[in-house]
């Protein structure tokens, strides 16, 4: 029987993440001798070896590894599930939504006035949340919808209603030649020295490799960019956080962002449904 119990995911994925048994059973309130029973256990009843044991240590096999991220997926699912059933139980007409912190301000805010002026309109709380952090929220329950961008976000798994396509632009600092520009290619922007592009993060939170500093939020980069360390590549929106120390200039052969209102694709909120009208509306 190929039946999967949660306790038994949960103390699979914690061997797996420290890949030592005592410290596991330790993390997991529990002694060593019955967890090392349930993953021998999980591992008869899948017929197959999830875990390379020697003197060594705990290694994972393919199949452990696989297991692990189904495992992690199943486990977020769970707790995504309580938590909007606590959420519905606690309030019926209510949703939270996150965005980028420094993203989408216009848009936001326009949202939210055509929204609350919708008759018995859901209450919205919003979340500002980091790079790439939306997925992550509207997976494990934290949010009902956010704003993401196509092509910087994944997008798998979830529905979504395009709200806003835009260019991009670079950010300089206000002293720096390119800031006379009236328009550039994204062509000048690669033979900069003294001006690298800052490189933000990729999906799994690594790097591309390059000159330019890595980002881990708005205000290092602003700051940063202030300071003449470095430029950015930013949707043409987001120019509201800009400071006197910076100018914005159109990349006109910059490839287009799509700012899009997304939510789990099993959600049957009436709440949701009646956001993604009003966004749909905008």
Excluded at 176 to 194: G, K, Q
């Amino acid at each position: 029987m190929d039946t999967l119990e949660t306790r038994e995911l949960k103390y699979f994925v914690t061997v797996a993440e420290e890949l030592h048994f005592s410290r596991a059973a330790e993390r997991l309130g529990i002694a060593q001798p019955p967890l090392s029973r349930a993953i021998q256990q999980l591992e008869r009843r899948l017929g197959v070896r999830l875990l390379d044991r020697d003197r060594r240590g705990v290694t994972l096999t393919g199949a452990g590894q696989v297991l692990l991220d189904e495992a992690r997926a199943i486990l977020d699912s769970a707790e995504a599930a309580a938590r909007r059933t606590r959420r519905a139980a606690a309030s019926t007409n209510r949703l939270t939504l996150a965005t980028k912190a420094g993203a989408n301000h216009e848009l936001l805010r326009k949202l939210l006035d055509a929204h609350a002026a919708e008759p018995d309109a859901a209450e919205i709380d919003v979340v500002l949340c980091g790079m790439g952090d939306q997925a992550r929220m509207l997976r494990d329950g934290r949010a009902d919808v956010a704003f993401m961008q196509r092509p910087f976000d994944a997008l798998a798994g979830f529905d979504t209603e395009d709200v806003l396509t835009e260019q991009q632009v670079a950010v300089v600092p206000a002293a720096h030649p390119l800031a006379a520009r009236t328009s550039l290619l994204m062509a000048d922007l690669e033979d900069v020295p003294d001006l690298p592009v800052a490189r933000w993060p990729r999906q799994d939170g690594t790097y591309e490799a390059g000159p330019g500093p890595e980002i881990h939020d708005l205000s290092q980069l602003a700051q940063l960019i202030a300071l003449g360390h470095t430029m950015a590549v930013i949707c043409a929106s987001a120019r509201s956080w800009l400071w006197g120390a910076h100018a914005a200039i159109p990349l006109t052969d910059s490839s287009p962002v799509t700012t899009v209102l997304a939510w789990p694709a099993h959600s049957r909120s009436r709440a949701v449904a009646a956001l993604v009208r009003t966004a749909a509306q905008l």
